[in-house]
Protein backbone atom coordinates (compact mmCIF):
# COMPACT_ATOMS: atom_id res chain seq x y z
CA UNK A 1 0.00 0.00 0.00
CA UNK A 2 2.95 2.42 0.70
CA UNK A 3 4.63 2.06 -2.32
CA UNK A 4 1.61 3.60 -4.72
CA UNK A 5 1.30 6.79 -2.57
CA UNK A 6 5.44 7.34 -2.57
CA UNK A 7 4.88 7.26 -6.97
CA UNK A 8 2.08 9.66 -6.43
CA UNK A 9 3.67 12.00 -4.18
CA UNK A 10 7.21 12.01 -6.49
CA UNK A 11 4.97 12.89 -9.63
CA UNK A 12 3.18 15.81 -7.82
CA UNK A 13 6.55 17.50 -6.89
CA UNK A 14 7.00 19.08 -10.19
CA UNK A 15 3.43 20.04 -10.94
CA UNK A 16 3.02 22.09 -7.96
CA UNK A 17 6.81 24.10 -9.37
CA UNK A 18 5.22 24.80 -12.52
CA UNK A 19 2.29 26.55 -10.69
CA UNK A 20 4.44 28.88 -8.61
CA UNK A 21 6.41 29.60 -11.60
CA UNK A 22 3.71 31.03 -13.33
CA UNK A 23 1.93 32.71 -10.23
CA UNK A 24 5.13 34.46 -9.96
CA UNK A 25 5.45 35.77 -13.38
CA UNK A 26 2.00 37.06 -13.22
CA UNK A 27 2.73 38.92 -10.20
CA UNK A 28 5.93 40.06 -12.53
CA UNK A 29 4.10 41.39 -15.22
CA UNK A 30 1.25 42.73 -12.95
CA UNK A 31 4.29 44.27 -10.79
CA UNK A 32 5.69 45.97 -14.04
CA UNK A 33 2.02 46.88 -15.59
CA UNK A 34 1.67 48.84 -12.34
CA UNK A 35 5.13 50.38 -12.22
CA UNK A 36 4.51 51.37 -16.02
CA UNK A 37 1.13 53.06 -15.39
CA UNK A 38 2.66 55.20 -12.16
CA UNK A 39 5.32 55.90 -14.59
CA UNK A 40 3.06 57.23 -17.28
CA UNK A 41 0.96 59.04 -14.90
CA UNK A 42 3.49 60.80 -13.06
CA UNK A 43 4.74 61.77 -16.91
CA UNK A 44 1.14 62.92 -17.67
CA UNK A 45 1.60 64.71 -14.48
CA UNK A 46 5.25 66.43 -14.67
CA UNK A 47 4.53 67.33 -18.67
CA UNK A 48 1.16 68.46 -18.53
CA UNK A 49 -0.97 68.17 -15.73
CA UNK A 50 0.94 70.12 -13.31
CA UNK A 51 0.52 73.09 -15.62
CA UNK A 52 -3.77 73.31 -15.36
CA UNK A 53 -5.82 73.50 -12.60
CA UNK A 54 -9.46 71.91 -12.78
CA UNK A 55 -12.98 72.76 -11.46
CA UNK A 56 -16.15 71.64 -12.45
CA UNK A 57 -17.87 74.05 -9.62
CA UNK A 58 -18.18 76.74 -12.75
CA UNK A 59 -21.12 78.78 -13.32
CA UNK A 60 -22.51 80.85 -16.12
CA UNK A 61 -22.71 84.36 -14.30
CA UNK A 62 -24.30 87.55 -15.62
CA UNK A 63 -26.21 90.85 -15.44
CA UNK A 64 -29.94 90.39 -14.03
CA UNK A 65 -31.30 94.11 -14.46
CA UNK A 66 -34.00 94.69 -11.92
CA UNK A 67 -37.08 96.86 -13.60
CA UNK A 68 -39.45 98.66 -11.09
CA UNK A 69 -41.25 102.33 -11.50
CA UNK A 70 -39.93 105.63 -10.52
CA UNK A 71 -43.67 106.82 -9.40
CA UNK A 72 -46.71 105.04 -8.22
CA UNK A 73 -49.83 104.84 -9.76
CA UNK A 74 -52.22 101.98 -11.79
CA UNK A 75 -51.06 99.67 -14.13
CA UNK A 76 -53.09 99.71 -17.59
CA UNK A 77 -50.97 97.95 -19.78
CA UNK A 78 -48.02 95.15 -19.76
CA UNK A 79 -46.42 94.96 -23.23
CA UNK A 80 -44.35 92.05 -23.01
CA UNK A 81 -44.04 88.60 -20.51
CA UNK A 82 -41.16 86.17 -19.86
CA UNK A 83 -38.68 84.97 -22.29
CA UNK A 84 -39.35 87.68 -25.27
CA UNK A 85 -36.69 89.80 -26.05
CA UNK A 86 -37.03 93.79 -25.71
CA UNK A 87 -35.12 96.57 -27.17
CA UNK A 88 -33.47 99.99 -25.16
CA UNK A 89 -36.52 102.60 -25.21
CA UNK A 90 -39.00 100.25 -25.76
CA UNK A 91 -42.16 100.50 -23.48
CA UNK A 92 -42.55 97.61 -21.08
CA UNK A 93 -45.29 98.92 -18.48
CA UNK A 94 -47.65 101.82 -19.11
CA UNK A 95 -48.95 103.27 -15.77
CA UNK A 96 -52.91 105.73 -15.46
CA UNK A 97 -51.75 109.23 -16.34
CA UNK A 98 -54.46 111.58 -15.03
CA UNK A 99 -53.34 112.34 -11.44
CA UNK A 100 -50.03 113.13 -13.41
CA UNK A 101 -51.59 115.57 -16.20
CA UNK A 102 -53.33 117.63 -13.77
CA UNK A 103 -50.56 117.69 -11.51
CA UNK A 104 -48.69 118.91 -14.80
CA UNK A 105 -51.41 121.50 -15.49
CA UNK A 106 -51.18 122.29 -11.94
CA UNK A 107 -47.57 123.23 -12.63
CA UNK A 108 -47.61 124.95 -15.48
CA UNK A 109 -50.70 127.61 -14.52
CA UNK A 110 -48.70 128.38 -11.28
CA UNK A 111 -45.63 129.11 -13.70
CA UNK A 112 -47.92 131.35 -15.82
CA UNK A 113 -48.75 133.10 -12.84
CA UNK A 114 -45.34 133.60 -11.59
CA UNK A 115 -44.10 135.07 -14.75
CA UNK A 116 -46.92 137.88 -14.81
CA UNK A 117 -46.78 138.46 -10.88
CA UNK A 118 -42.63 138.86 -11.47
CA UNK A 119 -43.80 141.06 -14.98
CA UNK A 120 -45.89 143.35 -12.31
CA UNK A 121 -42.75 143.60 -10.11
CA UNK A 122 -40.43 144.60 -12.97
CA UNK A 123 -42.80 147.40 -14.25
CA UNK A 124 -43.39 148.44 -10.74
CA UNK A 125 -40.11 150.10 -10.83
CA UNK A 126 -40.72 152.58 -13.00
CA UNK A 127 -44.19 153.50 -11.45
CA UNK A 128 -42.04 154.10 -8.30
CA UNK A 129 -39.03 155.80 -10.03
CA UNK A 130 -41.89 158.51 -11.15
CA UNK A 131 -43.46 158.59 -7.83
CA UNK A 132 -39.97 159.80 -6.43
CA UNK A 133 -39.13 162.49 -8.96
CA UNK A 134 -42.75 163.52 -7.92
CA UNK A 135 -42.12 163.33 -4.67
CA UNK A 136 -38.86 165.48 -5.07
CA UNK A 137 -40.25 168.02 -7.22
CA UNK A 138 -43.29 169.07 -4.47
CA UNK A 139 -40.65 168.82 -1.84
CA UNK A 140 -38.62 171.45 -3.69
CA UNK A 141 -41.92 173.15 -4.02
CA UNK A 142 -43.20 173.20 -0.29
CA UNK A 143 -39.04 174.31 0.55
CA UNK A 144 -39.12 177.07 -2.17
CA UNK A 145 -42.82 178.00 -0.16
CA UNK A 146 -41.16 178.29 2.81
CA UNK A 147 -38.20 180.25 1.96
CA UNK A 148 -40.89 182.82 0.68
CA UNK A 149 -42.69 182.72 3.91
CA UNK A 150 -39.82 183.37 6.19
CA UNK A 151 -38.50 186.60 4.29
CA UNK A 152 -41.96 187.65 4.58
CA UNK A 153 -42.31 186.87 8.28
CA UNK A 154 -39.96 190.23 9.32
CA UNK A 155 -42.17 192.93 6.76
CA UNK A 156 -45.26 191.39 8.26
CA UNK A 157 -46.36 190.35 4.81
CA UNK A 158 -46.63 186.88 6.20
CA UNK A 159 -48.72 185.74 9.40
CA UNK A 160 -47.19 183.10 11.66
CA UNK A 161 -49.69 180.62 11.06
CA UNK A 162 -48.84 180.87 7.22
CA UNK A 163 -45.37 180.37 8.26
CA UNK A 164 -45.79 177.17 10.39
CA UNK A 165 -48.52 175.88 7.41
CA UNK A 166 -45.27 175.93 4.63
CA UNK A 167 -43.32 174.29 7.69
CA UNK A 168 -45.68 171.57 8.07
CA UNK A 169 -46.07 171.59 3.92
CA UNK A 170 -42.27 170.51 3.76
CA UNK A 171 -42.09 168.30 6.19
CA UNK A 172 -44.58 166.00 4.67
CA UNK A 173 -43.28 166.67 1.20
CA UNK A 174 -40.18 165.15 2.75
CA UNK A 175 -41.61 162.73 4.22
CA UNK A 176 -43.60 161.77 1.09
CA UNK A 177 -40.08 161.55 -0.53
CA UNK A 178 -38.32 159.27 1.79
CA UNK A 179 -41.09 157.23 1.86
CA UNK A 180 -41.51 157.12 -2.24
CA UNK A 181 -37.34 156.46 -2.47
CA UNK A 182 -37.97 153.46 0.12
CA UNK A 183 -40.73 151.98 -1.86
CA UNK A 184 -38.61 151.77 -4.94
CA UNK A 185 -35.77 150.38 -2.91
CA UNK A 186 -37.81 147.74 -1.48
CA UNK A 187 -38.96 147.09 -5.05
CA UNK A 188 -35.77 146.89 -6.57
CA UNK A 189 -34.64 144.70 -3.99
CA UNK A 190 -36.62 141.94 -5.17
CA UNK A 191 -35.36 143.03 -9.03
CA UNK A 192 -31.82 143.80 -8.73
CA UNK A 193 -29.10 141.65 -10.59
CA UNK A 194 -31.62 139.16 -12.45
CA UNK A 195 -34.85 139.17 -15.12
CA UNK A 196 -38.05 137.95 -15.23
CA UNK A 197 -37.07 134.30 -16.76
CA UNK A 198 -33.69 134.07 -14.12
CA UNK A 199 -36.58 135.54 -11.37
CA UNK A 200 -36.33 133.26 -8.06
CA UNK A 201 -40.16 133.05 -8.04
CA UNK A 202 -39.91 132.12 -11.75
CA UNK A 203 -37.43 129.63 -11.20
CA UNK A 204 -39.47 128.01 -8.26
CA UNK A 205 -42.30 127.26 -10.67
CA UNK A 206 -40.17 126.46 -13.62
CA UNK A 207 -38.65 123.54 -11.00
CA UNK A 208 -42.26 122.57 -10.22
CA UNK A 209 -42.93 122.62 -13.96
CA UNK A 210 -40.13 120.04 -14.60
CA UNK A 211 -40.91 117.79 -11.79
CA UNK A 212 -44.13 116.99 -12.78
CA UNK A 213 -43.47 116.28 -16.30
CA UNK A 214 -40.56 114.14 -15.19
CA UNK A 215 -43.49 112.24 -13.04
CA UNK A 216 -45.89 112.52 -16.12
CA UNK A 217 -43.12 111.23 -18.71
CA UNK A 218 -42.59 108.05 -15.94
CA UNK A 219 -45.79 106.93 -16.29
CA UNK A 220 -44.45 104.94 -19.07
CA UNK A 221 -41.49 102.24 -17.95
CA UNK A 222 -39.17 101.51 -20.46
CA UNK A 223 -36.57 99.10 -20.92
CA UNK A 224 -33.48 100.94 -19.73
CA UNK A 225 -31.14 97.56 -22.24
CA UNK A 226 -31.29 95.32 -24.55
CA UNK A 227 -32.49 92.21 -23.39
CA UNK A 228 -34.33 88.98 -21.97
CA UNK A 229 -37.56 89.43 -19.83
CA UNK A 230 -37.64 87.65 -17.22
CA UNK A 231 -39.52 87.48 -13.74
CA UNK A 232 -42.07 89.09 -14.57
CA UNK A 233 -44.69 89.68 -11.19
CA UNK A 234 -46.49 92.92 -12.48
CA UNK A 235 -50.10 92.52 -13.78
CA UNK A 236 -52.41 94.52 -15.52
CA UNK A 237 -54.82 96.64 -12.66
CA UNK A 238 -52.30 96.26 -10.07
CA UNK A 239 -51.78 99.20 -8.12
CA UNK A 240 -47.69 99.81 -7.54
CA UNK A 241 -45.62 102.29 -5.20
CA UNK A 242 -42.86 103.83 -6.61
CA UNK A 243 -39.72 101.40 -6.64
CA UNK A 244 -41.42 98.29 -6.46
CA UNK A 245 -40.20 95.27 -8.53
CA UNK A 246 -42.00 94.60 -11.55
CA UNK A 247 -39.63 92.40 -14.30
CA UNK A 248 -36.11 91.68 -14.98
CA UNK A 249 -33.86 91.74 -18.14
CA UNK A 250 -31.03 89.73 -18.72
CA UNK A 251 -28.48 91.19 -20.90
CA UNK A 252 -26.84 88.04 -22.77
CA UNK A 253 -24.16 89.40 -24.18
CA UNK A 254 -22.92 90.42 -20.69
CA UNK A 255 -21.78 86.88 -19.30
CA UNK A 256 -19.34 85.53 -17.75
CA UNK A 257 -18.17 82.02 -15.74
CA UNK A 258 -18.28 82.21 -12.03
CA UNK A 259 -15.20 79.40 -11.06
CA UNK A 260 -15.24 78.65 -7.64
CA UNK A 261 -11.41 77.02 -7.64
CA UNK A 262 -10.04 75.58 -3.86
CA UNK A 263 -7.81 77.96 -2.29
CA UNK A 264 -4.78 75.50 -2.80
CA UNK A 265 -5.56 75.56 -6.36
CA UNK A 266 -5.48 79.38 -6.30
CA UNK A 267 -1.15 79.41 -6.02
CA UNK A 268 -0.25 79.90 -9.82
CA UNK A 269 -3.74 81.28 -11.37
CA UNK A 270 -3.72 84.79 -12.04
CA UNK A 271 -5.21 87.64 -14.09
CA UNK A 272 -4.72 87.12 -17.79
CA UNK A 273 -4.35 83.26 -17.74
CA UNK A 274 -6.06 81.33 -20.57
CA UNK A 275 -8.90 79.33 -19.59
CA UNK A 276 -11.01 77.01 -21.57
CA UNK A 277 -14.72 76.52 -20.78
CA UNK A 278 -16.90 73.56 -21.30
CA UNK A 279 -20.77 73.92 -20.36
CA UNK A 280 -23.07 70.83 -20.08
CA UNK A 281 -25.52 72.49 -22.02
CA UNK A 282 -23.52 71.70 -25.09
CA UNK A 283 -20.73 68.94 -23.42
CA UNK A 284 -17.41 68.63 -25.28
CA UNK A 285 -18.35 69.73 -28.48
CA UNK A 286 -18.13 72.88 -27.95
CA UNK A 287 -15.06 74.45 -26.02
CA UNK A 288 -15.01 78.02 -24.96
CA UNK A 289 -12.19 80.17 -24.93
CA UNK A 290 -11.53 83.19 -21.70
CA UNK A 291 -9.86 84.57 -19.85
CA UNK A 292 -9.08 85.14 -15.96
CA UNK A 293 -10.51 88.69 -15.78
CA UNK A 294 -10.32 88.95 -11.65
CA UNK A 295 -10.91 87.15 -8.39
CA UNK A 296 -13.27 87.94 -5.75
CA UNK A 297 -12.29 89.60 -2.75
CA UNK A 298 -13.66 86.95 -0.15
CA UNK A 299 -14.75 83.04 -0.04
CA UNK A 300 -17.80 82.27 -0.94
CA UNK A 301 -18.98 81.45 2.82
CA UNK A 302 -17.50 84.85 4.11
CA UNK A 303 -20.37 86.25 1.55
CA UNK A 304 -22.81 83.69 2.28
CA UNK A 305 -26.57 84.47 4.03
CA UNK A 306 -24.85 83.34 7.29
CA UNK A 307 -21.12 83.39 7.21
CA UNK A 308 -19.44 81.17 9.40
CA UNK A 309 -18.39 81.66 13.04
CA UNK A 310 -15.08 80.96 12.87
CA UNK A 311 -14.07 82.35 16.26
CA UNK A 312 -16.30 79.93 17.96
CA UNK A 313 -15.03 76.52 18.66
CA UNK A 314 -18.20 74.55 17.12
CA UNK A 315 -17.11 74.91 13.51
CA UNK A 316 -15.12 72.35 11.08
CA UNK A 317 -12.90 73.45 9.15
CA UNK A 318 -13.10 73.22 5.39
CA UNK A 319 -11.60 73.75 2.15
CA UNK A 320 -12.39 76.94 1.45
CA UNK A 321 -13.56 78.14 -2.66
CA UNK A 322 -12.34 81.53 -4.29
CA UNK A 323 -14.99 82.73 -7.28
CA UNK A 324 -12.39 83.90 -10.39
CA UNK A 325 -14.30 85.52 -12.54
CA UNK A 326 -13.67 84.10 -16.55
CA UNK A 327 -14.38 86.27 -19.19
CA UNK A 328 -15.35 84.73 -22.64
CA UNK A 329 -15.01 85.47 -26.10
CA UNK A 330 -18.38 87.46 -27.38
CA UNK A 331 -18.13 85.77 -30.23
CA UNK A 332 -18.18 82.30 -29.20
CA UNK A 333 -21.13 83.34 -26.82
CA UNK A 334 -22.82 84.71 -29.61
CA UNK A 335 -22.75 81.73 -31.63
CA UNK A 336 -23.40 79.44 -28.74
CA UNK A 337 -25.47 81.52 -26.69
CA UNK A 338 -25.63 80.21 -22.45
CA UNK A 339 -28.10 80.81 -19.85
CA UNK A 340 -27.75 82.42 -16.34
CA UNK A 341 -26.76 79.97 -14.21
CA UNK A 342 -25.45 76.95 -16.03
CA UNK A 343 -23.37 74.31 -14.79
CA UNK A 344 -19.58 74.48 -16.81
CA UNK A 345 -15.94 73.12 -16.36
CA UNK A 346 -13.39 75.50 -16.43
CA UNK A 347 -9.38 74.32 -16.95
CA UNK A 348 -6.92 77.36 -16.41
CA UNK A 349 -3.60 76.98 -18.59
CA UNK A 350 -0.55 78.03 -15.81
CA UNK A 351 1.79 78.58 -18.63
CA UNK A 352 0.55 81.06 -20.93
CA UNK A 353 -1.30 83.80 -21.64
CA UNK A 354 -4.90 84.40 -23.35
CA UNK A 355 -5.43 85.94 -26.81
CA UNK A 356 -8.74 86.86 -25.39
CA UNK A 357 -9.50 90.45 -24.65
CA UNK A 358 -12.10 91.01 -21.99
CA UNK A 359 -14.77 93.21 -23.12
CA UNK A 360 -15.28 96.44 -21.30
CA UNK A 361 -18.57 96.97 -20.44
CA UNK A 362 -19.97 100.83 -19.37
CA UNK A 363 -23.12 99.65 -17.22
CA UNK A 364 -25.41 103.05 -18.05
CA UNK A 365 -28.38 103.95 -19.91
CA UNK A 366 -29.11 107.19 -22.12
CA UNK A 367 -32.88 106.53 -21.76
CA UNK A 368 -32.95 109.65 -19.70
CA UNK A 369 -31.23 111.86 -20.91
CA UNK A 370 -33.60 113.89 -22.70
CA UNK A 371 -36.67 114.38 -20.30
CA UNK A 372 -34.64 116.99 -18.87
CA UNK A 373 -34.20 118.89 -22.17
CA UNK A 374 -37.91 118.33 -22.97
CA UNK A 375 -38.78 119.78 -19.58
CA UNK A 376 -36.61 122.59 -20.10
CA UNK A 377 -38.57 123.32 -23.93
CA UNK A 378 -42.07 123.24 -21.96
CA UNK A 379 -41.10 126.03 -19.28
CA UNK A 380 -39.39 127.79 -22.24
CA UNK A 381 -42.40 127.83 -24.25
CA UNK A 382 -44.71 128.72 -20.57
CA UNK A 383 -42.04 131.74 -20.02
CA UNK A 384 -42.20 133.56 -23.45
CA UNK A 385 -46.18 133.42 -23.74
CA UNK A 386 -46.42 134.86 -20.63
CA UNK A 387 -43.47 137.13 -20.49
CA UNK A 388 -43.95 139.61 -23.11
CA UNK A 389 -41.39 142.39 -23.80
CA UNK A 390 -40.42 142.61 -20.25
CA UNK A 391 -38.33 139.43 -19.93
CA UNK A 392 -35.56 141.43 -19.60
CA UNK A 393 -36.74 143.30 -16.39
CA UNK A 394 -36.15 146.65 -17.96
CA UNK A 395 -32.99 145.47 -19.79
CA UNK A 396 -32.79 144.24 -23.59
CA UNK A 397 -35.75 141.78 -23.39
CA UNK A 398 -33.52 139.48 -25.55
CA UNK A 399 -31.04 139.25 -22.73
CA UNK A 400 -33.85 136.61 -21.40
CA UNK A 401 -34.08 134.31 -24.13
CA UNK A 402 -30.37 134.39 -24.70
CA UNK A 403 -29.84 132.80 -21.19
CA UNK A 404 -32.77 130.35 -22.13
CA UNK A 405 -31.21 129.38 -25.62
CA UNK A 406 -27.97 128.37 -23.56
CA UNK A 407 -29.82 125.12 -21.80
CA UNK A 408 -30.20 122.48 -24.61
CA UNK A 409 -33.61 122.51 -26.95
CA UNK A 410 -35.96 119.27 -27.61
CA UNK A 411 -39.47 119.61 -28.76
CA UNK A 412 -42.17 119.00 -26.12
CA UNK A 413 -43.52 116.17 -25.50
CA UNK A 414 -47.75 116.39 -24.91
Known amino acids: MSAP ?13 NGNGKRKRQLIVLTLLILAI ?15 EETDDAYVGGNVVQISSQVGGTVTAVKTDDTQIVQVGQSLVTLDAADAQVAMAQAEAALAQAVRQTRQVFLNNDNLEAAVVTAQTNLERAQEDLRRRQGGIAAGAVSQEDLTHAQDVAKTAAAALKQARTALSANRALTDKTSVT ?13 NAYLNFSRVNVSAPITGFVSKRSVQV ?22 ANFKESQLKHIHIGQAVEVIADAYGSDVTYHGVVQGFSAGTGSAFSLLPAQNATGNWIKVVQ ?21 LSTTATVDLRSESQVKPVVINYQTDIYKDLNAQADAVVRRIISQNAGSAAGGGDNPDNASMKQERRPAAAPRT
Request: proline fraction near 8%.
Open 5 to 17: NSTEQTAAAPSNG
Open 38 to 52: AVLLFLYWFLHARFF
Open 198 to 210: EHPNVQQAAAQVR
Open 237 to 258: GQRIAAGAPLMAIVPLEQIWID
Open 321 to 341: RVPVRVALDPKEVQAHPLRIG
